[in-house]
T-cell receptor, first 113, second 112 residues
Framework: EAQVTQNPRYLITVTGKKLTVTCSQN?????MSWYRQDPGLGLRQIYY???????DKGDVPEGYKVSRKEKRNFPLILESPSPNQTSLYFC????????????FGEGSRLTVL | GNSVTQMEGPVTLSEEAFLTINCTYT??????LFWYVQYPGEGLQLLLK?????DKGSNKGFEATYRKETTSFHLEKGSVQVSDSAVYFC???????????FGKGNQVVVIP
C-alpha cells in the first residue's frame, strides 16, 4: 500500500531534549516536505527536499533540521525543543513537478513542556 | 511571494445545503491550484486540482474552477452530507520552485 509513515504519532517531551520525528515513503517520490499545523495558522512549511542530498528552508525553519540521505526517508530533527514547537507535524511526499498530488502522513502530535 | 487566502471562520450548514468556500491567490506566473481535505484525526488528502486557467477540477461532487481573471479557485458542492464535515485547504504550487503554499483552512460542519 502506498503510504507515508511518520513516527512517533504522539510524543510529550521536555525543553531541550533532542528528538527526531521519522518519515518514510514507499512511492519512490523525489519531493518530500515537513509542515506544522497550528490553530488559526493553517499549514506552514518547515523544510522540503527536491531529491537526495537536496534540502531547502520553508517558511518556518528556525529550530529544526532535516536530512535526506536516502530517497525514502526524511527525518525532522529538533535539536533543542522549546514549548513554541508544540504542534501537529505532517510529512508529505510527491513526484517531482508542480502538478503532482501531495501524499500526507497521519501526523505527529508533539508537546514540549 | 505566493500566497493563498481563504474566507475567515468555520462554516456550519445543514445536510443537503449548498456549500461554497472562497479561495483567492497571489502568485507570479501560472501556478497549479489544489483543494485538500482533512478528516478528523487524519492527514490531508487531495480532493481536486486544476493546472491551468479555466480548468475545472471535480471529485466526490465537489467542483472548483481556475479563474485567472479573478485569481480565484472557489470550492462548491451542491448538496453536502454529514460525511463532508472536515477541514478544507486551498493550495497553490509554484511552477518555478515547486513549493506548495496553503491557505489557513476552513472547518466545515454539516448538521443532520
Amino acid at each position: 500500500e502506498a503510504q507515508v509513515t511518520q513516527n512517533p504519532r504522539y510524543l510529550i517531551t521536555v525543553t531541550g531534549k533532542k528528538l527526531t520525528v521519522t518519515c518514510s515513503q514507499n512511492m519512490n517520490h523525489e519531493y518530500m516536505s515537513w509542515y506544522r499545523q497550528d490553530p488559526g495558522l493553517g499549514l506552514r512549511q518547515i523544510y522540503y527536499s527536491m531529491n537526495v542530498e537536496v534540502t531547502d528552508k520553508g517558511d518556518v525553519p528556525e529550530g529544526y533540521k532535516v536530512s535526506r540521505k536516502e530517497k525514502r526517508n526524511f527525518p525532522l530533527i529538533l535539536e533543542s525543543p522549546s514549548p513554541n514547537q508544540t504542534s501537529l507535524y505532517f510529512c508529505a511526499s510527491k513526484l517531482g513537478g508542480p502538478t503532482g498530488e501531495l501524499f500526507f502522513g497521519e501526523g505527529s502530535r508533539l508537546t514540549v513542556l | 511571494g505566493n500566497s493563498v487566502t481563504q474566507m475567515e471562520g468555520p462554516v456550519t450548514l445543514s445536510e443537503e445545503a449548498f456549500l461554497t468556500i472562497n479561495c483567492t491567490y497571489t502568485a507570479t506566473g501560472y501556478p497549479s491550484l489544489f483543494w485538500y481535505v482533512q478528516y478528523p484525526g487524519e492527514g490531508l488528502q487531495l480532493l481536486l486540482k486544476a493546472t491551468k486557467a479555466d480548468d475545472k477540477g471535480s471529485n466526490k461532487g465537489f467542483e472548483a474552477t481556475y479563474r485567472k481573471e479573478t485569481t480565484s479557485f472557489h470550492l462548491e458542492k451542491g448538496s453536502v452530507q454529514v460525511s463532508d464535515s472536515a477541514v478544507y485547504f486551498c493550495a497553490l504550487s509554484d511552477k518555478g520552485n515547486n513549493r506548495l503554499a496553503f491557505g489557513k483552512g476552513n472547518q466545515v460542519v454539516v448538521i443532520p
